[in-house]
């Protein structure tokens, strides 16, 4: 009997007993146990989901372009395989292999009295270093919709130890002055471990 390259699915060879019924039966649990396997692999991947979304965060005066790394410290909403640890706001994904982040962020929408907050960012970052960042500008959402959500997302390898992603949240004012009475509102940050265990 012969099976195939990749994935060992049997076939008969020309020289084997007729038998299609016990064939077709080698090849069933062949293809069964295989997509078990998948399966068994996709469920067990590692996901966590840290957020903030008791309370608001208030920031007084924000410079016109400055980030801040934001706090995401309600805990988790999802951690399977206990994967990810929270260290103030850093997010250390406890597993080797490629992990992808998705950062969400929730801001009020403002009146457009000058210095307004025309543009929000938000950012993912990775040991220090910007992986994306991604905007959204006050000018383009109206003020009934009263929030909009900026997300932004990257990827790369984490060594499982001392690597960690954090979330920047940036603003620019319309015309460059400092802008006062900021609110953060929800924030999130999702990792997902790309890589097959």
């Given at each position: 009997?012969?099976?195939t390259?990749s994935?060992?699915?049997?076939w008969p060879?020309?020289g084997d007993?007729?038998?299609?019924p016990?064939?077709?039966?080698?090849?069933a649990?062949?293809?069964?146990?295989?997509?078990?396997f998948q399966y068994?692999?996709?469920?067990?991947?590692?996901?966590a989901?840290?957020?903030r979304v008791s309370?608001?965060?208030?920031?007084?005066?924000w410079?016109?372009g400055f980030?801040?790394f934001v706090?995401?410290?309600?805990?988790?909403?999802?951690?399977?395989?206990a994967?990810?640890e929270?260290?103030?706001?850093?997010?250390?994904?406890?597993?080797e292999g490629f992990?992808?982040?998705?950062?969400s962020?929730?801001?009020?929408v403002?009146s457009?009295?000058?210095p307004?907050?025309?543009?929000?960012?938000?950012?993912?970052?990775?040991?220090g270093t910007?992986?994306?960042g991604r905007d959204s500008?006050n000018?383009?959402?109206?003020v009934?919709d009263?929030?909009?959500e900026?997300v932004?997302a990257?990827?790369r390898?984490?060594n499982?130890?001392t690597?960690?992603?954090q979330?920047v949240a940036?603003?620019?004012?319309?015309?460059?002055a400092?802008?006062?009475?900021v609110w953060?509102?929800?924030?999130a940050?999702t990792?997902?471990?790309?890589?097959?265990?």
């Amino acid at each position: 009997m012969g099976v195939t390259p990749s994935r060992n699915y049997p076939w008969p060879d020309p020289g084997d007993p007729a038998d299609v019924p016990q064939a077709l039966e080698d090849l069933a649990l062949a293809v069964d146990t295989d997509v078990q396997f998948q399966y068994d692999r996709i469920t067990t991947r590692s996901t966590a989901k840290a957020w903030r979304v008791s309370a608001p965060t208030f920031i007084e005066t924000w410079p016109s372009g400055f980030g801040f790394f934001v706090v995401i410290d309600d805990g988790f909403q999802i951690n399977t395989n206990a994967a990810v640890e929270l260290s103030g706001t850093r997010f250390y994904p406890r597993e080797e292999g490629f992990w992808l982040f998705n950062a969400s962020m929730s801001w009020p929408v403002v009146s457009l009295t000058s210095p307004y907050p025309q543009g929000r960012h938000v950012e993912v970052w990775a040991n220090g270093t910007i992986l994306l960042g991604r905007d959204s500008f006050n000018d383009d959402i109206p003020v009934t919709d009263v929030s909009a959500e900026t997300v932004a997302a990257g990827g790369r390898f984490m060594n499982g130890t001392t690597d960690y992603v954090q979330i920047v949240a940036r603003v620019f004012s319309d015309n460059g002055a400092d802008i006062p009475k900021v609110w953060l509102n929800t924030r999130a940050l999702t990792g997902i471990r790309m890589t097959p265990v």
